[in-house]
């Protein structure tokens, strides 16, 4: 069974920074596309970013980019982004995904909180 937890989120003031990580397991990670999803409050949820099985390309929504960046370690089964310059609209509940949609396969996700 495809298995997938992220964590790292928690409590942040806006233009602070998060790394969040996700462990894989249960499929082939190494040559699987990976995404972020997020989830906010009384809001549907919301592909954040993609990356490509080899780790090129990225993708990013408009409203992350330059400001979120996605990575992954194969060797590791490992999934990861790096957010920078929080927003308190980024407040949401963040997810990894198999695919490019990130909506398949959607693991247990971690509460990212953007607040003075």
């Known amino acids: 069974d495809v298995q997938l937890q992220a964590s790292g989120g928690g409590l942040v003031q806006p233009g602070g920074s998060l790394r969040l990580s996700c462990a894989a397991s249960g499929f082939p990670f190494g040559s699987s596309d990976m995404s972020w999803a997020r989830q906010a409050p009384g809001k549907e949820p919301e592909w954040v970013s993609t990356?490509?099985?080899?780790?090129?390309?990225?993708v990013y929504a408009a409203s992350v980019k330059g400001r979120f960046t996605i990575s992954r370690d194969n060797a590791k089964n490992m999934l990861y982004l790096q957010m920078n310059s929080l927003k308190p609209e980024n407040t949401a509940v963040y997810y990894c995904a198999t695919g490019r949609t990130g909506s398949a396969n959607r693991g247990q996700g971690t509460q990212v909180t953007v607040s003075s």
């Open positions: 990356i490509f099985s080899g780790g090129v390309p990225t």
